[in-house]
Structures are given as C-alpha cells and as structure tokens.
T-cell receptor
Framework: DAGVIQSPRHEVTEMGQEVTLRCKPISGHNSLFWYRQTMMRGLELLIYFNNNVPIDDSGMPEDRFSAKMPNASFSTLKIQPSEPRDSAVYFC??????????????FGAGSRLTVL | EDKVVQSPLSLVVHEGDTVTLNCSYEVTNFRSLLWYKQEKKAPTFLFMLTSSGIEKKSGRLSSILDKKELSSILNITATQTGDSAIYLCAVYNFNKFYFGSGTKLNVKP
C-alpha cells in the first residue's frame, strides 16, 4: 500500500489566494482526519470524516476553511482567502474504524503551507 | 474537556542514557492509547496500548498503560542520536484521536 498520499508537499502563496490541499487515504480506511501542526499550537484536529461524511468540524478555524470528501478515496481542504497565520504543516491521516476500538492512525507526509 | 498531557515538554540526554516519557489523559470513553515518533516529517506509529499492565516492546523502546492512573509511559533505553525526535501520545475514544503536545527529545553524542 502506498500509504496516505498528500499533495502538494509544499505550497507558497500570497495572502488572499485560494489554497487547495489534497489527500488520498489508505484503501479500506473509512475515517479521514485533517490536522494542522505549528510550533505554537502543536497538532490540531481540524475536521474528520467517517464513511465520507463530515462528523466534527469544530476545529476548523473559521469560514475561510472548508473540507470535502466526495468519495472514499479523495478529500480536499480548501482555504479561501489564505492569510499568513494559516502557515503551517497540514496533515491528512486515515484509519480503519474497528469495533474493538483498536484503531491506528496513519499520517500522510504533510503539506507545508507558507502564506506570504 | 477531553485532554492529553505529556511531560516533560523537552528533554536533553546523552547517548546511552535511559529516558522515560510520560502521558496522562482525561478522555471519555477511552479505547486505546497510541505513541508516535515524529522526526522532520509525519508522525510514525510506535505502539498501541489497550490493556493495563501489559508492556509493549520494540527493541530499545517499551511502553505500558495504567488505566487506573490514566497514564502511560514510554521508555527508551541506551538512547542513540537517532532517537532524537518529538514523541507524541494520542488517545482514541471511538470518535477522535486526542493528541498531547509532545515531548521533544534531543540525544547528544
């Protein structure tokens, strides 16, 4: 398995521009998570999906952020308009929901976003 | 509020030392506790613990869960410079994974 695949790996953009981050979860995993990591705040959960349905988006900072999962193999996180404080590493992660609760979260390589 | 707290926040040791990293949690409907290692990229999975008192071991790393004390420790013996990383603790409760802020370990030669 290729693991969780994210693109782009690096993105440099100017304030006000739209940014779209993409994620392909591991095949067979039915839960997908978007995290943001900064030195100041550590790993923050933005939103997660179960079976393509958004379950909890309480971590999404504001209306500028949106996420979609149109099918089991693809998700996007969009920031519009972007601001310098959005600069961070954005991780996508997936897991298989097991009735035992013994889930392991697998991370993608991350997308490093710099907003100038 | 569900939370996971790790200590210490950072640690500097010399090669060959033994270190113990701590993780305590207050998470409703606990299901499992996971340890991850993060170098300059994505966190990678180390251990998953679901039962108290059963040690998980992988080489020089080991971990144990105490569900009565709501805590876990990660031990690293005979540390090497390659162990330098951020170690993250996460707790899963059937809904989300709650992460601690991590312990930054620096192993000096």
């Amino acid at each position: 398995d290729a693991g969780v695949i994210q693109s782009p790996r690096h993105e440099v953009t100017e304030m006000g521009q739209e940014v779209t981050l993409r994620c392909k979860p591991i095949s067979g995993h039915n839960s997908l998570f978007w995290y943001r990591q900064t030195m100041m705040r550590g790993l923050e959960l933005l939103i997660y999906f179960n079976n393509n349905v958004p379950i909890d988006d309480s971590g999404m900072p504001e209306d500028r952020f949106s996420a979609k999962m149109p099918n089991a193999s693809f998700s996007t996180l969009k920031i519009q308009p972007s601001e310098p404080r959005d600069s961070a590493v954005y991780f996508c992660a997936s897991s298989q929901s097991l009735s035992s609760g013994a889930n392991v979260l697998t991370f993608g390589a991350g997308s490093r976003l710099t907003v100038l | 509020e569900d939370k996971v707290v790790q200590s210490p926040l950072s640690l500097v040791v010399h090669e060959g030392d033994t270190v113990t990293l701590n993780c305590s949690y207050e998470v409703t409907n606990f299901r499992s506790l996971l340890w991850y290692k993060q170098e300059k990229k994505a966190p990678t999975f180390l251990f998953m613990l679901t039962s108290s008192g059963i040690e998980k071991k992988s080489g020089r790393l080991s971990s144990i869960l105490d569900k009565k004390e709501l805590s876990s420790i990660l031990n690293i013996t005979a540390t090497q410079t390659g162990d330098s990383a951020i170690y993250l603790c996460a707790v899963y409760n059937f809904n989300k994974f709650y992460f601690g802020s991590g312990t930054k370990l620096n192993v000096k030669p």
